[in-house]
Each structure stands twice: as C-alpha cells, then as structure tokens.
C-alpha cells in the first residue's frame, strides 16, 4: 500500500497501463497516472513505465532529474578513478626488495610509448635516449642523448627518490614522477613517467634493453605492459629503426 493510496481489481487506461485491472483511492487527493504505477511497483505488479503526458507535474519533474543525476554520480565516479589511477597502476619490481643498485650499467634504449605520440615522433626534447644509469644512495641520475638539430646532445638527469619505493621526482620542463617498473637487471628495464602541464598529464613508457638489439618476447612484454597502461600499438615507437645516438656514446 502507497501513502494514502489502496488498489483492488478493476480496470483502468492511462500510464500505459490499460491492460492491468485495478481501482486507486487516494485519500489524499484525485489519482493521477503515475500515482497508480508507483504503487504497482511496490506491490510488485508489472508494466511499463508511465509516459510523461501522463504524470503529475511532481512525479514528471522528477523523472526528469533522475538522468542528470545519475550522469554526474558517473561522472564523479570516473573522475575519482583518474585520480587514483597514477598510483594504483605502478607496482614497481615484482620482488620488494629488489636492490636499485642492480639498474645501474649501461642501456640501450629499445622502444617508446605515449598517450600523446605525436611529440615523441619527431626528434626533439621528448624523445630522450639514456645510454647509462648511475645508481646514488638518494637518486638514479640518466646519462643520455637527444638529437636537437640533426647533433646528439649529452645530457645528464637526475630523478631524486621519494618515500615510495621505485618512485622518483626529476625536474625537466616542469615536475616529471618517474617509475621503475618491471625489470630484469640483465636484460631489460621499463620506466614510466608521468609529466603534468597546464592541466593536461603525458605519460612516456621506455623500454631499455642491455643490448643494442632487444628480443621478441621483451618487446611483446612491453606492448602488453602498454596495454595494460591504456597505450596501444600504435603510440609505440621502436628506436632501434632510429637513429640513437649510438655513435656518441663513450
């Protein structure tokens, strides 16, 4: 029973509900359409909803808000996702106590990826190619080179280290998070980082490799971590087709 409102079998028309026999009392007032469909619905009788025409201006008002509503608490839920996502999907090395130290030596950059891959194309100051890592108790610092102009120019980064694990703050065309990812010392390294400007987040993965050539389950390994991290295929740059600088390293 609805508030003030009681059914019993006879018939009634409106509310697309013709073909359900049933009287409404309202002791409250007349019964409109939608009066009888809501207290259907509690008694668990079937049928399709109520069409606006039908309603009364209390009940159609509040149909109409129902789908704004439901829009922003979706969109709130999203928006709470995003934020949490930088952190949730870095893990870090599979073991915990994995030594840093063990990143230290000499690499070949192998591939690229970014959310934003039209500013890693072409040769400039994003597509930054490290040649070695030098492992400090406070910080990784990356020798590497860029091509600027068609010359390779050496450049030395420093990524100091945070109070989470495998995780490093380095200041390059503003804040840039960096993450030390999967990684087997003796083969491969994937960095992740995360560089925010104006509003807007750029996320490059690099995959480095301990040899100038980098074999295919490594690369099949990076694609899917990319996938995994919302970069597909085609935001994937292979360097060893590229030129990386090899002759400039010492």
């Not at 890592?133 to 990784?140: D, F, M, N, S």
């Not at 450049?155 to 390059?172: D, G, I, P, R, S």
């Not at 503003?174 to 491969?188: I, W």
Request: a positive charge; hydrophobic letters at 35%; charged letters at 20%.
């Amino acid at each position: 029973m609805g508030r003030g409102l009681w059914t019993r079998a006879e018939t009634i028309v409106g509310c697309g509900l013709n073909k359900q026999k049933v009287i409404a009392v309202n002791v409250r007032g007349p019964v409109t359409a939608c009066h009888v469909a809501r207290n259907l619905s509690r008694q668990g009788t079937k049928g399709p909803p109520p069409r606006a025409l039908d309603m009364c201006p209390r009940c159609r008002q509040a149909s109409r808000s129902r789908p704004s509503l439901t829009m922003s608490l979706l969109l709130l839920a999203v928006g709470l996702t995003l934020l949490s996502s930088t952190q949730a999907r870095h893990w870090g090395p599979q073991d915990p106590n994995f030594n840093e130290t063990l990143v230290g030596g000499n690499w070949f950059s192998a591939a690229m990826a970014s959310n934003q891959p039209q500013l890693m194309k072409a040769a400039g100051a994003r597509r930054i190619l490290i040649h070695h890592i030098q492992v400090t108790p406070r910080a990784l610092r990356f020798h590497l080179h860029q091509r600027i102009n068609g010359v390779c120019v050496p450049t030395v980064m420093t990524a100091n280290k945070t109070k989470k694990k495998f995780q490093y703050l380095l200041e390059y065309i503003g804040q840039n998070r960096v993450f030390l990812e999967k990684v087997d010392p003796k083969s491969y390294a994937i960095i992740c980082t995360h560089h925010k400007a104006r509003g807007r987040e750029m996320v490059v993965v690099t995959l480095l490799s301990r040899t100038p050539e980098v074999s295919r389950d490594t690369l099949r390994m990076f694609l899917s971590y990319c996938r995994k991290h919302g970069l597909h295929e085609p935001s994937v740059i292979d360097l060893t087709r590229t030129d990386r600088c090899l002759h400039a390293r010492q």
